[in-house]
Nanobody, 123 residues
Framework: QVQVVESGGGLVQAGGSLRLSCAAS????????MAWFRQAPGKEREFVAG????????SYGDSVKGRFTISRDNAKNTVYLQMNSLEPEDTAVYYC????????????????WGQGTQVTVSS
């Protein structure tokens, strides 16, 4: 199995940028597809972005396309989420998730989750 730990959250003004990191450890993290989800108070967990094992394929939720970029460095066992042009609607707890299967947008398909990191965007 794999363990994941998120970092990089914080408070930022609208229009600003943040980069989240997800450090993976355990049994061969590079074998796992990775994804970022987010959950705002009173809302369901939402798919943000996902990346394949090699990093060659990525996908994004409609609300973040063109603003967020997911990447991974398998030598460092780390996945990143670069968030630009942040909006107050991006305020949420951001979770990193891992799974041995291909990237999907459903949270139910991911077996391993971090504790989350809070992102707050002020207007």
């Amino acid at each position: 199995q794999v363990q994941v730990v998120e970092s990089g959250g914080g408070l930022v003004q609208a229009g600003g940028s943040l980069r989240l990191s997800c450090a993976a450890s355990g049994r061969t993290p590079s074998r796992y597809s990775m994804a970022w989800f987010r959950q705002a108070p009173g809302k369901e967990r939402e798919f943000v972005a996902g990346i394949s094992r090699s990093g060659g394929t990525s996908s994004y939720g409609d609300s973040v396309k063109g603003r967020f970029t997911i990447s991974r460095d398998n030598a460092k066992n780390t996945v990143y989420l670069q968030m630009n042009s942040l909006e107050p609607e991006d305020t949420a707890v951001y979770y990193c998730a891992a799974d041995l299967m291909i990237v999907t947008t459903s949270a139910r398909n991911y077996d391993y989750w971090g504790q989350g990191t809070q992102v707050t965007v002020s207007s």
